[in-house]
């Protein structure tokens, strides 16, 4: 039995997770369930795995949530609260699943107190990968891929050594965006952009997805995950998401892994890791798809990627700040205050103002992540 603490249990990779947990009850304990906001779907889930210890991000909310499961279960509130669940003693690995960096302090406390970690945030490896990856070292703890694309590489490289790597091959799905012609980018909305081909997942990834800044920021999560350089991390476009990434071998052997997009997959291989559970959930039929195709990658209608190769290939300071202002900008558009195209005019205008401190404390990549957030706040159209 694995005892995990959940952080976002409300989001859609904490939705998936409960589903993974629920396939898995002799497997799998949730003692620990941390939200966002939502009180009423953050019940449905004590009620039914009934964890050790909540946790949500409202103070009063977590005091109306008290009075609701009683002096036995304790629940908490604030970045406190995700401290609290991160450290547990009873924890066997924290799945970390907070849309954006606030998972990244739970993360290195969990690491500090020698959980292993499963990681879907991947802002907070872009951000400070480094870091994490060093202190996972130090204590001895594994850093588990949940992002789909991550965790095919982890399952392809089975193991086999550095060296044995020629590439590492992400696979992008293109977004909704993938045949729309340059010109229309102007007009498009937030609607348009949250209509992902093939996953359904939280808002902001969605975007990311569209821009494919998603794929940018998985290219500098692969670079810290696996320990390649930036040159080593290609993307291919694959638009039925069907083959979720590849390692190219030093002899010229590729080796995929194949399943139908469903998260429940790669959530279950990190919570189970290193055992192959038994699990009904995909069922993946090759005829009935019938063909897969891969494309370049449109740099030029897509330059996000290529702000992603330049932060990761620069390092220090500047990834934390490509993904502050990419925050930043994402944000703005689902609000209607800019448009599509001006998130990479405002991630590029951040970076090229970035004076980039080379391998940086925390302390620095959080100053660079607050100064990012400044700066493209205050950014106006030229
Ligand atoms: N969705 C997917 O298929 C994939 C997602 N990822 C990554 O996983 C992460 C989560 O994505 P996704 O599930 O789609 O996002 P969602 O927006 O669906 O969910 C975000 C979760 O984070 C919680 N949350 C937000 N802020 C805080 C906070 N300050 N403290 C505690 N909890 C908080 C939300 O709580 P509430 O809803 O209660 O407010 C919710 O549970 C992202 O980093 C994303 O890039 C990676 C691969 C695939
Ligand atoms: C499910 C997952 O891991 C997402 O990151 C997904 O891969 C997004 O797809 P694209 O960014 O390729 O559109
Ligand atoms: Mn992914």
Not at 80 to 96: F, N, Q, Y
Not at 198 to 224: H, Q
């Amino acid at each position: 039995m694995k005892n995990v603490v959940l952080l976002g249990s409300t989001g859609s990779i904490g939705t998936s997770t409960i589903k993974v947990a629920d396939d898995l009850p002799d497997r799998i304990r949730l003692i620990g369930l941390a939200a966002g906001n939502n009180l009423e779907l953050l019940m449905e889930q004590y009620r039914r795995h009934q964890p050790m210890a909540l946790s949500i991000s409202d103070p009063e909310k977590a005091t109306l949530a008290q009075g609701m499961v009683g002096a036995t279960t304790a629940v908490y509130s604030g970045n406190e609260g995700l401290l609290k669940l991160a450290t547990m003693p009873e924890a066997d690995i924290v799945l970390i699943a907070i849309v954006g960096t606030a998972g990244l302090q739970p993360a290195l406390a969990a690491i500090r107190a020698g959980k292993d970690i499963a990681v879907a945030s991947k802002e907070i490896l872009v951000m400070a990968g480094e870091i994490v990856m060093n202190e996972a070292r130090k204590y001895g703890v594994r850093v588990l891929a949940v992002d789909s694309e991550h965790s095919a590489i982890f399952q392809c490289l089975d193991d086999k050594p550095g060296q044995s790597v020629r590439n590492l091959w992400l696979t992008a799905s293109g977004g909704p965006f993938r045949k729309t012609p340059k010109e229309e980018f102007e007009a498009i909305t937030v609607e348009r952009a949250l209509k992902h081909p093939s996953w359904v997942m939280g808002r902001k990834i969605t975007i990311d997805s569209a821009t494919l800044f998603n794929k940018g920021l998985e290219m500098i999560e692969a670079r810290w995950l696996f320990d390649v350089e930036m040159d080593r991390v290609k993307v291919v476009v694959h638009p039925q998401s069907v083959i979720h990434s590849m390692v190219e071998f030093v002899d010229g052997s590729i080796i995929a892994q194949i399943s139908t997009p469903d998260m429940c997959l790669p959530i279950q291989y990190a919570l189970m890791y290193p055992e192959r559970v038994k699990s009904e959930r995909v069922q993946t039929n090759l005829a009935q798809i019938g063909s897969l195709t891969f494309e370049e990658p449109d740099v030029e209608r897509f330059p996000s990627i290529n702000l992603a190769r330049r932060a990761g290939e620069v390092g220090g300071t500047l990834p934390a700040v490509l993904n502050a202002a990419n925050e930043v900008a994402v944000d703005a558009f689902v609000n209607r205050k800019i448009s599509f195209l001006q998130i990479t005019e405002l991630v590029r205008h951040t970076m090229d103002r970035h004076e980039v401190v080379t391998h940086p404390t925390l302390e620095q990549i959080l100053e660079a992540d607050t100064w990012a957030r400044e700066e493209a706040m205050a950014w106006k159209r030229p």
